[in-house]
Nanobody, 117 residues
Framework: QVQLVESGGGLVQAGGSLRLSCAASGSIFSINTMGWFRQAPGKQRELVAVITRGGSTNYADSVKGRFTISRDNAKNTVSLQMNSLKPEDTAVYHC???????????WGKGTLVTVSS
């Protein structure tokens, strides 16, 4: 089992910045990919950015050039630096991890990001 705990959400004006962090615990040896998904009211959960243990990244087109994902394998953390935030970035952001044991997905409870116009 893997536990994920997010921090860093909040309210920010359009054009501002926020940094999200996620700490993993439990069977961390089994984790390969970590990252962030988000879910806005009335919408499906969508990928924001993911990063492998080796550092390969993948971003949603909507956040490319504005968001940066990073990972500290020694501390078992993944972070998301969000710049130039837009009202459409408002959502609950969930930390994600994928285990190489059975390919199981793990999710954090989420942290709310609200961007005011």
């Amino acid at each position: 089992q893997v536990q994920l705990v997010e921090s860093g959400g909040g309210l920010v004006q359009a054009g501002g910045s926020l940094r999200l962090s996620c700490a993993a615990s439990g069977s961390i040896f089994s984790i390969n990919t970590m990252g962030w998904f988000r879910q806005a009211p009335g919408k499906q959960r969508e990928l924001v950015a993911v990063i492998t243990r080796g550092g390969s990244t993948n971003y949603a087109d909507s956040v490319k050039g504005r968001f940066t994902i990073s990972r500290d394998n020694a501390k078992n953390t993944v972070s998301l630096q969000m710049n130039s935030l837009k009202p459409e970035d408002t959502a609950v952001y969930h930390c994600y991890a994928n285990s190489i044991v059975g390919g199981k997905d793990y999710w954090g409870k989420g942290t709310l990001v609200t961007v005011s116009s």
